[in-house]
Each structure stands twice: as C-alpha cells, then as structure tokens.
C-alpha cells in the first residue's frame, strides 16, 4: 500500500481507472501516478476482491501501462 508515502491519501488504482475509463489505453501516467513523501511517485494496481479472479491480472496490466508509458 501507498498511504503511507502518501500520507494517508487514499490512491485511485490503475484497474478502476480503467474500468471508468473504458480500457487502459484511455489512461495517462499523470492519472494514475501521485507523488508523495520525498517526491516517492506511487502507482497502485488493484485487483478483483478477494476470491474472485487472478490477483495477479492486476499487477500484469499494470506493469504493461508502466512500461508503455512510464
């Protein structure tokens, strides 16, 4: 978690954005990437709840945006 580099801040993940968006083409770094403690720059992924799904779709989308527009 980034709440604490980010000072409590609650942080949109890459997945809901998404899913507001429409697809992660729709998105941009600035939209997904707060910047915190010590200019710490914070990207969560997200995920399905608990039990449902692959935790790890998550963490792959979100490095493919990373290393598309990161």
Known sequence: STRLILHAKAQ??????AASAGSVEDLELEDVMKVGYKDIRCVESGGPEPGVGCAGRGVITSINFLEENG
């Open 12 to 17: 949109d993940t890459i997945l809901s954005l």
